[in-house]
């Protein structure tokens, strides 16, 4: 599963298979395809991503995160942009901030 945030990108999870010495290992990992305009990114480097086509994607869905925060949707949505737009500019004057997910990593 995969969740589209428009203006950022496409966090999904992916399977991938390792093998070992004597067994084949399924792990599940969390993956992220960069879709902020290319304007001013030129020395950004990053690895390609690419979701598989078996990876529903969706999108952002507001509601819940409202329900699940107890802040009105409109706030949820406000703050998701100004992040994004935070991240942007932080990205175009050569910043290099990691973004944290608990739980997930960087």
Same mark, same amino acid.
């Given at each position: 599963q995969g969740v589209l945030i428009t203006g950022l990108g496409t966090f999904a999870v992916v399977q991938e298979q390792f093998r070992g010495?004597?067994?084949?290992y399924?792990? #599940?990992?969390?993956?992220? !395809? *960069?879709?902020?305009?290319a304007l001013g990114l !030129?020395? *950004?480097?990053?690895?390609a991503v690419v979701i598989p086509g078996n990876v529903k994607i969706?999108?952002?869905?507001?509601?819940? *995160?409202s #329900? %699940?925060?107890f802040l009105p949707r409109h706030?949820?949505? !406000?703050?998701?942009r100004e992040t994004i737009r935070l991240y942007?500019?932080?990205?175009?004057?050569?910043? #290099? *901030? %990691?973004f944290v997910f608990k739980d997930i990593g960087v």
């Open positions: 010495t004597e067994e084949v399924v792990v #599940r990992r969390p993956v992220f !395809q *960069l879709d902020i305009d !030129q020395d *950004l480097v990053f690895p969706k999108p952002l869905n507001y509601k819940w *995160l #329900r %699940a925060t706030v949820v949505e !406000q703050c998701v942007s500019f932080q990205l175009k004057n050569g910043k #290099r *901030l %990691a």
